[in-house]
C-alpha cells in the first residue's frame, strides 16, 4: 500500500508530498487491475511547459524516473533540439501513475516451457479515473503555462473521448479541461482556460518511422511559437 510520496527538486529546491487520502482514493479504485509501480512527477515549480505521458513503463517503474526508456530518451532528444532545454526545465508526468501490464503465458523458444510475461498495455479509462484527483491537485501545485499531453491517452484525460491527437497533434489550443468531479461521478469542466498542445507520442514514431517528419514538424513549428509567451501572446 502506497502511504505517502516526497519527491525533490534539484535547482529549485522543493519537496512535495502527494496527500495520502488521494493516493489511498486511488489504490481503493485500482483494486484487482494489473499495475506495478510507482512514479512521481518531477520538475520544476511554474515550469513553461508540464509534459503528459499515459503511464509509467517498465523502465520507469523499476527507477521511479519518468520518461527514461526509449522513447523517454527519444522525447528528451525532440526538447533539447527543438526547444533547446533539457528535463531539468519540463515538469513531466503522467496521468496513471504506475504502470499497467497484462499477463501473458507464452513458450520459451529455448527451453519449450511455459513462461509468463508482463507486458506493457494501455491503462484503462477506469485506471486513468482513479488518478484523476490526484493529477488535478498535481496541476494546482505546479501551475505550467502549457500542458502538453503526448498521445490520445493523456490528450482523453484532458479533453475528453471525442479529443484525437491525429486530429489535434501540433495545435495550440486554448480551452478548458477536464477535471474530477468532487462528487466522484467522471469529470467536470475546468473553470479556467489552459493553453494545450497535444503532441504525439514518442513512442509512435519509434514503432511507425512514417510518422517521424510529422512528429519533427509539429515540434519546430511549436518551438517557433513558444518565445510568444514570454509576452502572453498565445
Not at 518531477?42 to 517498465?58: D, N, Y
Not at 523499476?62 to 531539468?88: C, D, N, Q, W
Not at 520459451?108 to 510475461?117: F, H, L, P, S
Not at 506493457?120 to 501551475?143: C, G, H, I, M, S
Request: aromatic letters at 8%.
Amino acid at each position: 500500500m502506497i502511504t505517502e510520496i516526497f519527491f525533490i527538486y534539484e535547482g529549485e529546491s522543493m519537496i512535495i508530498e502527494y496527500p495520502p487520502s488521494l493516493l489511498q482514493q486511488a489504490e481503493d479504485l485500482l483494486k484487482g487491475h494489473h499495475l506495478t509501480g510507482f512514479v512521481a512527477g518531477q520538475g520544476p515549480k511554474h515550469p513553461k511547459i508540464m509534459l503528459i505521458g499515459e503511464a509509467p513503463g517498465r523502465e520507469e517503474a523499476k527507477t521511479g524516473v519518468p520518461f527514461v526508456g526509449a522513447s523517454g530518451k527519444e522525447l528528451m532528444k525532440l526538447i533539447e533540439e527543438y526547444l533547446h532545454m533539457t528535463r531539468e526545465d519540463v515538469y513531466i508526468t503522467s496521468v496513471v501513475r504506475r504502470r499497467p501490464y497484462s499477463i501473458k503465458r507464452v513458450k520459451d523458444k529455448k527451453t519449450g516451457a511455459i513462461v509468463e510475461k508482463t507486458p506493457n498495455r494501455t491503462p484503462t479509462k477506469a485506471e486513468v479515473y482513479a488518478y484523476a484527483r490526484l493529477f488535478d491537485w498535481e496541476l494546482d501545485q505546479v501551475r505550467p503555462k502549457i500542458l502538453m499531453p503526448l498521445g490520445n491517452t493523456s490528450l482523453q484525460r484532458l479533453l475528453g473521448p471525442s479529443a484525437k491527437i491525429g486530429s489535434l497533434h501540433g495545435q495550440i489550443l486554448h480551452c478548458l479541461i477536464q477535471r474530477a468531479a468532487s462528487d466522484h461521478q467522471g469529470y467536470v469542466m475546468s473553470n479556467q482556460s489552459y493553453t494545450v498542445i497535444p503532441m504525439y507520442h514518442p513512442a509512435a514514431f519509434l514503432y511507425a518511422r512514417k510518422l517521424e517528419p510529422i512528429v519533427r514538424h509539429d515540434w519546430e513549428a511549436i518551438a517557433q511559437k513558444l518565445d510568444q509567451l514570454e509576452t502572453d501572446k498565445i
